[in-house]
């Protein structure tokens, strides 16, 4: 592996003095033989004035495979596709699979989407088309158009041979979808099958009629979980019809469940979005800020709510030092009822048991976790500040906040979840500052009742 | 999709109908039409009673196939393996794929593993015993041995008769690897080349000698992001030499990168372990406890803290209303700069820049959100309480702790990545009470300080 590292880092260094001396035929002899992964790689490094070579030495088909693997984040089509002649670009687009040329038009304007399909040829521009259609992170958005497809009154030798022909630009060959005459589709045979049996035998007899599949409209992460849980390496996707519409290959899934894992981390987090592209600390602060000023503003309202118990605090000063603790315990326990509950909605688990349920079983956990943290926080209160009725009022408020927040960590994503909101957005940081004021109010709402015992 | 959930879920009710009216045959015909996957959950589900019943219908290797598919946390191996007559387990755990079987006997004794292998085929044991020596982790602890190799002094013809014979037994057919005489790697060719090229073409005219592969001790997220990376199937694993030792296939890395991102989540909200089949309170509480315990002590510690200023508290006790303002968002910058500092040291991207400019950087943005949440807190606080002096304390407060805390955030996870250390251990609570602590030393020795200015 490093070597390979290595060699493609020489291979950079051959590429990048090839272009400066404007040698095509060294460019392209290193280029044609790297990795299209490679190729983006070094692609998107370049300065403009070398980007305008490149689109010289390359064929549309050839600049097509680059762009089909320059990173989903890295926004930079626009200018790429406005430094090509037009024609290029518009046949480039027509030669990447449609599910990736889909992935580009979807960051320009309407407009120039339109132009492009004008002038690309209409077989491409057709089965782009219908693709655009698709709401984003369904299954319909990320299909692609370009699978085999046979019919169940052949043998396997004749499928061979419409394998053979279409292999050249399926995006997969190792499943082949048979349909019927309505295009309904009625089974699937994979390649395995087809090498493993006769010649003569009729495809209606090795094939599964068993075939898994998704529904266009179904969520992208719906689609992930299934091909993770049945291994596949691809799924049809069909209307409510049962006809097939396209297929979803499994390096697009492994890319949504990269994707859908790292929104979720970065929700937790309280952060847009962890794009490593982001060098400046500018960059960086100002994806950070807007989550911090509502936090912010969330926080002077918890100020203002133990600016309310100022007389309680100007008799018992002690109080204070508590503050920072029992909010704290709160947004800890809340944190891990909300990352349970965001997971267990991410595996599908809250589908199968009833809101009122998991939100019951969270607050058993609430208690028990509370009862045992409040009994150890009084024995640590009344051994430290000898008070044991201070050590009580820690230990309860401490018992009734964990019970709260443990709840409040897991009901809100739920009812997310129902309402159809995404539950990450229920980030931490938010969650710990809905209990930090749950907290505070329990703990001198309960300061102020018994003060009599604390002076 | 739903359709086929429907489907399952009738054909459960059949399945355990046939399995308490003792009907075989037609518990087989239904079950063996199922996915593995769907036989395995199933399963899981059975009482023992019936899980003894499932031995006796099904051959070893049919209840190898429900094995391979029984999800990893589920921790009941052992259990299903005593249940089970000792020869049908070894026969079984011979019949599965050698990495799958490694999976199951990693949970198990020494002592039962050798004598499973004692009873099992000498081939099938003999692969599993080379598979059991790789570290947890790495690139050899999730590969198989089950691939397909050939010579490459032969036609695409002879290739195709050899894939024929092996795909039975292969757990992927669509690469074949080319080896020389050494067994070292030399090329490898897809399914799809070996279909769409004459069948009297040479191997060594069409293979491609540009192998990517993994070195058998790398770390297994390494492997995961090539493999995304690059959109493959499988992957070679090869030693240090150059031998190949086995592949790794797409479906073990989708689960990979799933444990994974599941593990950085679960981390992140100081959770050991998000586990969807801990269905009671108690073993939910059991996991979170020792977690909140650990911060229940920080917490206590940081109410020492306060309590040293109880002096400066006792004179002016509106301070108080700004500690938690200050320690959330101390937690709240120090989580979101973790969260980036863990997540970049995922993808990567940590090797290519060193510890000292990354921290820089984040200095940079912790002083840019601290300068503009500063000020805004300033302005708010002057405006509440018309106090300036008060403003400008907590205003410098929250720049300072921003600042700090921001660095703490990032720099804690990259000195632990260096020192070889999860950094994802680094959890979001952790970070928070460690920033707790900061701010309050901050606001406080500034509030001592200045005091003269609030009274």
New interface residues.
């Given amino acids: ?1 490093s070597d ?1 590292r290595e060699k493609v880092e020489l291979e950079e260094e051959s590429l990048l003095a090839a272009l400066s001396s404007q040698n095509m035929d060294e460019f392209r002899e290193i280029f044609l ?1 790297q ?1 299209p ?1 490679d190729q983006a790689k070094l692609f998107v490094k370049l300065e403009e004035e070398d980007r305008n070579t490149v689109y010289k030495y390359l064929s549309p088909e050839e600049m097509a495979a680059v762009f089909e693997n320059i990173e989903d984040d890295d926004d930079q089509y626009e200018m790429f596709l406005s430094e090509m002649d037009p024609t290029f670009a518009a046949h480039m687009l027509g030669q990447m699979y449609a599910d990736d040329a889909v992935d580009v038009l979807n960051e320009l304007d309407k407009d120039q989407v339109a132009s492009y399909l004008t002038i690309m040829d209409d077989e491409a521009a057709e089965e782009i088309r219908e693709l655009l259609h698709y709401e984003e992170y369904t299954a319909g958005s990320i299909m692609t158009t370009e699978y085999i497809s046979i019919h169940a009154n052949q043998t396997l030798h004749s499928a ?1 041979q419409i ?2 022909n279409e ?2 630009n399926a995006e997969t ?2 499943y082949i979808y048979v349909i019927d005459e309505d295009k309904k589709l009625a089974g699937v045979i994979s ?2 099958d087809l ?2 049996n006769e010649p003569d035998t009729m495809i209606s007899e090795v094939m599964n009629e ?1 075939v ?4 266009v409209a ?1 969520d992208q992460e ?1 689609v992930a979980r ?6 596949f ?1 691809a799924l049809p996707v069909i209307d409510f019809r049962g006809h097939l519409l396209g297929i979803i290959t ?2 697009d ?3 949504v ?2 994707e859908e ?2 929104d ?3 929700k ?4 847009s979005d ?1 794009d ?1 592209n982001d ?4 960059s ?2 100002k994806k ?2 807007p ?3 509502i ?2 503003f969330l ?2 309202f ?3 709510l ?2 309310r118990f ?1 007389e309680t ?2 008799k018992v ?9 029992i ?3 709160a ?3 809340g ?2 009822a ?3 509950a965001v ?2 909605i991410a ?1 599908g ?1 809250a589908q199968e048991q009833s809101t009122f349920k998991m939100v019951l ?5 609430g ?3 509370g009862t ?2 409040g009994i ?2 009084t024995l ?1 209160v009344f051994v ?1 500040q000898g008070d044991i009725f201070l050590g009580i009022l820690v230990g309860i408020s401490i018992l009734a906040t ?1 019970t709260v927040a443990t709840i409040a960590g897991a009901f809100i994503p739920l009812i997310m979840h129902r309402l159809k909101v995404d539950p990450a957005v229920a980030s ?2 938010f969650i ?2 809905i209990n ?1 004021i749950i907290s ?1 109010l329990i703990y001198f709402g309960m300061a102020t009742l018994f003060m009599q015992y604390l002076i």
């Fill in positions: 592996m390979e033989e990795h992964y061979m394998l053979k292999a050249p060959i190792y390649l395995r090498i493993i068993r898994y599949t998704v529904s179904e719906e299934k091909m993770k849980d049945y291994n390496l499994v390096d899934i492994v890319d469940i990269d894992a790292s979720d981390y970065s937790l987090a309280a952060i962890v490593s060098r400046g600390p500018f960086a602060a950070r800020l989550w911090l000023i936090l912010l926080g002077m918890t100020a203002s133990i600016g100022e605090l100007d000063a002690i109080l204070a030092v508590f503050i920072p603790l909010a704290g315990m947004g800890n326990t944190t891990q909300l990352a349970v997971r267990r595996v688990d079983r969270e607050a058993g956990t208690l028990i976790t045992i943290c150890v926080v640590v430290w964990l931490g940081p710990t500052t930090d505070i």
